[in-house]
Nanobody
Framework: VQLVESGGGLVQPGGSLRLSCAAS????????MGWFRQAPGKEREGVAF????????YYADSVKGRFTVSQDSDKNTIHLQMNRLNPDDTAMYYC????????????????WGQGTQVTVS
């Protein structure tokens, strides 16, 4: 499975960015796809994910109400709309996925993209 992120960049506080992740190579129609981030000197943390079968989405408390994860109709591309960004959102953002036939947990993601940098300054 290959995951390719795009859409990172530099944005001012209060601004918005939209990340995208295109997946290829999945053999299962049901999966979770999501976003994690890692800031310098910090551990990687889950940001948001979507269970593609039902479209259920889940968020870290720190981004609820500001970020929205969505999927395209082919269910192999997801997006992360990030609004009201602040400097604490600065991090490398990674797309992640797992083939699974039930709702996944944050710890179950097994496929990872290379990451895209988001800088809020």
């Amino acid at each position: 499975v290959q995951l390719v992120e795009s859409g990172g960049g530099l944005v001012q506080p209060g601004g918005s960015l939209r990340l995208s992740c295109a997946a290829s190579g999945y053999t299962s129609k049901t999966k979770c796809m999501g976003w994690f981030r890692q800031a310098p000197g910090k551990e990687r943390e889950g940001v948001a994910f979507i269970y593609t079968k039902g479209g259920n989405d889940y968020y870290a408390d720190s981004v609820k109400g500001r970020f929205t994860v969505s999927q395209d109709s082919d269910k192999n591309t997801i997006h992360l709309q990030m609004n009201r960004l602040n400097p604490d959102d600065t991090a490398m953002y990674y797309c992640a996925g797992v083939e699974i036939d039930r709702l996944c947990r944050w710890t179950e993601f097994s496929y990872w993209g290379q990451g895209t940098q988001v800088t809020v300054s």
